[in-house]
């Protein structure tokens, strides 16, 4: 939804509206808010534009994507490698 060609977030509809509850998995953002588009935008737009970034061969050799698989395999236990640009 757009108003004078301005991106509108949709309000929140009441609790007893909602639908039902799912287990779904998110991430934080951690750059600059300069990096990400200003717009809604639906699952489908992200199959399409975005997911081979985030699943399949082109995900494999992204840092990131393997750092993410790492700490998940560690079931909570989450260390540092010895690689690390962390300090």
């Known amino acids: 939804?757009?108003?004078?060609?301005?991106?509108?977030v949709p309000p929140?509809?009441?609790?007893?509206?909602?639908?039902?509850?799912?287990e779904?998995?998110?991430?934080?953002?951690?750059?600059?808010l300069s990096d990400l588009q200003p717009k809604l935008?639906?699952?489908?737009?992200f199959i399409e534009e975005s997911a081979w970034k985030w699943i399949g061969a082109a995900s494999r050799d992204r840092e990131d994507y393997t750092e993410?698989?790492?700490r998940r395999d560690m079931e909570?236990?989450?260390t540092v490698r010895a690689d690390s640009?962390?300090?």
């Open 24 to 32: 779904v998995f998110t991430y934080v953002w951690c750059r600059p």
């Open 12 to 22: 929140i509809p009441p609790p007893n509206e909602l639908e039902t509850a799912i």
């Open 41 to 45: 935008w639906s699952f489908k737009e």
């Open 1 to 8: 939804m757009s108003i004078d060609n301005v991106e509108v």
């Open 76 to 78: 909570g236990t989450i």
């Open 68 to 70: 993410v698989d790492r």
């Open 85 to 87: 640009k962390i300090n």
